[in-house]
């Protein structure tokens, strides 16, 4: 492309590939990670005392805010779409630009605990936000 941003992304993408191919602890390390996740913004969602509930596994993980935790696609329906597009343009207000829907979000290969434990910060900023905001 022009900007150079297609080339970017499929460097990356290609670095990602070579990771989880060559590094046995890449697998782990991205399991570990999605956990670390998961389980921060489940704290934070009890914290808060958001109706929300945090699914995922490995290196993936997405945030519902519904009354009951979703256990097929069908009961995304009952999700309040509007609060998970607000959280992730308030955490664009944080600095974090979500790749993919708040529903369903990894972590790759060049991501680490410090850098997860600043997204978890920027959540636990955007929802206090739109908390106090009467967004959720």
Known sequence: SKDGLCDAYGAAGVMQIDKLMTDPEAYPTLQRLGDRM???????????????????????????FSEGAPSTVRDKSHDNAVAARLLAAYLLLEGVRMSSRVDLSFVGTAHTEAGSDEVLDADRAALTRMRREGCI
Request: net charge negative; aromatic share 8%.
């Open 38 to 64: 998961r389980t921060g913004l489940t704290g934070i969602m009890q914290e808060l005392e958001i109706s929300a509930f945090i699914t995922g596994i490995d290196s993936m993980w997405g945030v519902h």
